[in-house]
């Protein structure tokens, strides 16, 4: 009897200590092969409520996009460490603790306050008491702190190491306030060195405040912050150089008047943009002139033997590049299919990694907004940007016409490239072959 006893005793022990190691630490995850970190956009499912399998847990915030994050095995959300809101998470940090139907939830706080070990904890500094003595007011302890010890780790995110090191910045002497003490982006952009630190509040508190205009402080996303990051380093290292045409549209919108009527006979929702046949016209000038469809990779020149086709879309979170995938295999009316469905799917921030990583060429037409003419910023690893402007009626001298003048439509684009891998003269050929679709349009059937 007292053996059957000890028996259960020990059974349920096994059982209970089971059940508390089958609390697991669920981690960000990488939606992309270039993500290092990222955002809690919401989450879907509160503490302590089950799940099954393809149920949508939480959503992310990438640098491109918000995306979903789906369960892949059925369980309960035991504890939640990164709330609503939360940013700069690296990839592989905790943000919430899982367990399985039957576990026992009440040890889920504990370990969700452990260090991970995949990212230690900073080593703890020791403090001495310093005697009290008259001296301008400190910096505020965000700003800066006791440099560490030599040899001792510092962990900072990859974006706060580049900026540090570009400014020289000592990271030992910043204050990090990421998960576990991580010194992220804000905390360099933010670091003062002591001194100047001590100077600026000196001189704050000896003069009046001055008066400053009303204003509101709007949060920086992780899209914004990248789309900063990347255009400011693309600007910086890619030699851009431009080249400008005006291209004779009349053919063109008159082709595109009587290809939406025959559309409109079999699906009056079904409408060419002037935009589907700028895409159609890229594709075929990049098969003409493969040059310009190429990325600069350091130590070898890739060049692309289909036009996957970035085009730009203006989203409330900033600006994304969906790829409409090789134009030149598909019609006019694909065209115009596909890149529909893909700029809802980015204003609505639904776009999938794949629906924008990659592409070999871009396109930004601003001609909606009546820009008659820009420049645009090459996105790296490509060559070549195009800037489309609006179509205006212009006058043209014709010197067979009875006034010796007429007037057409035209539009104005101007082509940004990488001189590194497209020069001067490429480009040159390229922006013929593209005028020449765009005047001909038949072209794009032969």
């Avoid at 890739?302 to 996957?308: G, M, P, T």
């Amino acid at each position: 009897m007292a053996s059957s006893s000890i028996a259960r005793v020990l059974s349920r022990q096994m059982h209970m200590s089971a059940r508390r190691h089958a609390l697991t630490k669920f981690s960000m995850p990488a939606m992309s092969p270039t993500m290092t970190e990222g955002g809690i956009a919401s989450w879907k499912k509160a503490e302590g409520e089950t799940f099954t399998a393809g149920d949508v847990l939480l959503e992310i915030e990438t640098d491109k996009a918000t995306i979903d994050v789906e369960a892949q095995d059925d369980g309960i959300l035991a504890k939640i460490i990164a709330p609503d809101g939360s940013k700069n998470i690296a990839v592989g940090s905790p943000i919430a603790i899982m367990a399985e139907e039957g576990d026992d939830l009440s040890g889920a706080a504990q370990m969700a306050s452990e260090p991970s070990a995949a990212s230690p904890s900073p080593p703890k500094e020791e403090s001495t008491p310093e005697p009290p003595k008259a001296e301008a007011p400190k910096p505020t302890p965000s700003q800066a702190k006791p440099e560490l010890a030599k040899g001792e780790r510092i962990f900072a995110s990859p974006i706060a190491k580049k900026i540090a090191l570009e400014r020289g910045i000592p990271l030992a002497q910043v204050k990090g306030t990421g998960p576990e003490g991580r010194i992220i982006r804000e905390d360099i952009e933010k670091y003062q060195p002591p001194a100047a630190a001590a100077s600026a509040v000196a001189t704050t508190s000896s003069a009046p405040a001055a008066s400053l205009p009303e204003y509101t402080d709007i949060p920086v996303t992780n899209m914004r912050r990248v789309i900063g990051s990347r255009l400011t380093q693309s600007k910086q290292e890619l030699p851009h150089y431009y080249l400008t045409v005006q291209i004779n549209m009349d053919k063109t919108m008159k082709l595109r008047e009587v290809f939406n009527k025959t559309l409109g006979e079999k699906d009056k929702a079904a409408k060419l943009s002037v935009n589907d046949f700028i895409l159609k016209a890229v594709a075929c000038a990049l098969n003409d002139v493969p040059e310009a469809n190429s990325a600069w990779l350091g130590e070898v020149i890739r060049q692309y033997k289909k036009a996957d086709i970035s085009v730009a879309v203006a989203t409330p979170t900033g600006l994304i590049t969906p790829i409409v995938k090789d134009v030149g295999s598909k019609g006019l009316a694909t065209i115009s299919s596909e890149a529909k469905a893909l700029a809802k799917k980015a204003r609505d921030g639904k776009l999938a990694p794949q629906d924008y990583q990659g592409g070999t060429f871009t396109v930004s037409n601003l001609g909606m907004y009546d820009i008659e003419h820009f420049t645009a910023i090459i996105n790296p690893p490509q060559s070549c940007i195009l800037a489309v402007g609006s179509t205006q009626p212009t006058i043209v001298p014709a010197p067979e016409e009875e006034r010796g003048f007429k007037t057409v439509n035209m539009m104005k684009v101007t082509l940004s490239s990488d001189h590194r891998t497209v020069d001067g003269a490429v480009g040159a050929r390229w922006m013929t072959a593209f005028k020449g679709y765009l005047e001909n349009p038949l072209t794009f059937m032969l």
